[in-house]
């Protein structure tokens, strides 16, 4: 049972939005905020009360386009607190999308909100809570469910050489094929640091292991796994150069 805030400074999106949250049976409790510093101000109170407090807060719902701080001024300042809710954006503008993901966003909702797509917001807003509350299970996590013509199938995480974002999915490559998966590459990006996975670009995320050649040509750099061959943004070259290097020097 999840406990919301629902944060717009228009107050009819807001009643609406609380209107559509409280009829979710998966909602516990849902209150509005009509700005980012009363919003920001309860989740600091709900943060500090800790997990267990009645004023606990699990997701925001957040408009983008707010008057003073923006939602996604609220998203970064969030990002620096200990155990931040999860956020999901809710915003008549498309054009934020990237950026709300690379700000680990679990959804980005467009308005007019529709029941059904808020439904299954709420649905992934659900299975990140209960993945943050459950026992940790190392064999699980060496693997990745996908589904294949109906059946779902368990992919080793050991055989994926990279992943390749597709909006709020994402595409896993192996040696034998490639699975859509509806997962960020952030959130990908997070799970798997620890396994040797990096971001080269904001599109890709790469087994350092599975590549194959470093190549630089007029100042740009890509990688090779296999047949493929990937760009590195210049935001992440210094990054991965000294990542291989280290990585050869062992």
Not at 91 to 99: K, L, Q, R
């Amino acid at each position: 049972m999840l406990r919301v805030l629902a944060v717009d400074d228009e107050p009819p999106a807001l009643e609406e939005l609380l209107y559509l949250l409280r009829a979710d049976p998966r909602i516990r409790s849902a209150e509005g905020a009509t700005g980012a510093t009363e919003a920001l101000r309860r989740i600091g109170n709900a943060v500090d009360a800790g997990p267990d407090d009645p004023s606990a807060i699990d997701v925001v719902f957040l408009d983008i386009h707010m008057a003073g701080l923006t939602g996604l001024d609220v998203a970064q300042l969030l990002a620096g607190f200990a155990s931040p809710p999860l956020i999901v954006f809710v915003t008549a503008h498309e054009g934020f999308a990237v950026h709300a993901f690379d700000l680990k966003a679990v959804d980005y909702v467009l308005k007019p909100v529709r029941r059904e797509r808020l439904a299954e917001a709420v649905r992934r807003v659900a299975e990140q809570v209960g993945e943050r509350s459950a026992p940790v299970n190392d064999t699980a996590t060496d693997q990745i469910p996908v589904e294949l013509g109906g059946v779902i199938r368990f992919i080793p995480i050991d055989e994926i050489a990279y992943a390749e974002a597709q909006g709020d999915y994402a595409r896993l490559h192996t040696a034998a094929g490639s699975h859509l998966v509806r997962i960020p590459l952030t959130t990908l990006e997070e799970r798997w640091r620890a396994r040797g996975f990096v971001r080269i670009h904001r599109r890709h995320l790469v087994a350092l292991s599975r590549i194959d050649e470093l190549r630089l040509d007029a100042g740009s750099m890509s990688v090779r796994i296999g047949e493929a061959e990937l760009a590195v943004s210049r935001r992440h070259t210094r990054a991965l150069r000294d990542l291989l290097m280290r990585q050869g020097g062992r």
